[in-house]
């Protein structure tokens, strides 16, 4: 897939098939999200992959339709990061995510961002230190459909040349 189409075909995915992602793919995927920038070369961000089915229902129920996605895959995974490794470990972790979430439609996966959550709660659950930062948990798996692009803005409504 080449770039313009990997960034303009990449759609929130919400429905799963119940099929298995390899191991192979997943390392594959995180090898890819090493090249995500960072404050400094801070590389702040890490990955906590969750399968365990029992976790996945809860999580998928915190936030109703919004967090539900999470209980439709096969796994999800949290993209955080260490404050302690940068000041800007929120921007880090966002980058991450998204890197993550383009090199899984590399190979087919779709995402979802779920941002909608009680990180506190979220954090104690999945043994994620109480200073640290969770930026999204995705579920990830092969899309059940891949919706329609919606309506988008034209560009020159987004920019302002000086």
């Known amino acids: 897939m080449d770039g313009e189409r990997l960034l303009t075909s990449r759609r929130s995915i919400r ?3 119940d099929k298995e992602v390899s191991e192979e793919i997943l ?3 995180f090898e890819i999200c090493r090249y995500s920038p960072t404050s400094k070369n801070s590389q702040s961000y890490y990955f906590v ?3 365990d089915r029992e976790m996945m229902e809860f999580l998928g129920s ?6 539900a996605p999470i209980s ?12 302690e ?4 470990y929120k921007q880090d972790a966002c980058i991450a995510a998204y890197h993550f979430m383009l090199a899984s439609w590399l190979f ?3 995402t979802c961002w779920i941002a909608d959550m009680d990180r506190e709660e979220v954090k104690k659950l999945l043994g994620i230190p109480i200073e640290h930062y969770i930026a999204t948990i995705t579920p990830l798996g092969y899309p059940e459909e891949v919706p329609e692009p919606p309506p988008r803005r034209e560009a020159r409504e987004m920019v302002k040349f000086l």
């Open 15 to 17: 429905r799963f098939k």
């Open 27 to 29: 390392w594959k995927i």
């Open 49 to 51: 992959v969750i399968r």
């Open 62 to 67: 915190l936030r109703g339709e919004s967090s």
């Open 72 to 83: 439709r895959a096969r796994l999800a995974v949290a993209i955080c990061s260490d404050p």
């Open 85 to 88: 490794k940068s000041l800007r």
């Open 108 to 110: 087919g996966l779709g």
